[in-house]
Nanobody
Framework: VQLQASGGGLVQAGGSLRLSCAAS????????MSWFRQAPGKEREFVAT????????YYADSVKGRFTISRDNAKNMVYLQMNNLKLEDTAVYYC????????????????WGKGTQVTVSS
């Protein structure tokens, strides 16, 4: 599967952005989908994950209550709605697909897309 993230940009603190991830292939609904992010000089970290049906979601504590992950299996899309953005949310955001299970660990992801830059300014 190929993944392409989009929707990043420059936003002021307190603002909102919606990231999208388009997936190729017909097996999209069989993958758990996740968002990760990587800030300069830091390791890639988990942000949010969603189960194949969309009924189960997990969030990093740092984004809980502010970010919402969702998916549209008919369109092969996964989204990350980011509200009340903070300076520390600045990072490159990546979407990832997992064939088996559902995990928050980078090493468990099977496919990665190219990232999209999110920059939050004061």
């Amino acid at each position: 599967v190929q993944l392409q993230a989009s929707g990043g940009g420059l936003v002021q603190a307190g603002g909102s952005l919606r990231l999208s991830c388009a997936a190729s292939g017909r097996a999209f609904s069989t993958y758990a989908m996740s968002w990760f992010r990587q800030a300069p000089g830091k390791e890639r970290e988990f942000v949010a994950t969603i189960s194949r049906s969309g009924s189960i979601t997990y969030y990093a504590d740092s984004v809980k209550g502010r970010f919402t992950i969702s998916r549209d299996n008919a369109k092969n899309m996964v989204y990350l709605q980011m509200n009340n953005l903070k300076l520390e949310d600045t990072a490159v955001y990546y979407c990832a697909a997992q064939i088996r299970g559902i995990s928050t660990t980078t090493g468990d992801m099977d496919y990665w897309g190219k990232g999209t830059q999110v920059t939050v300014s004061s």
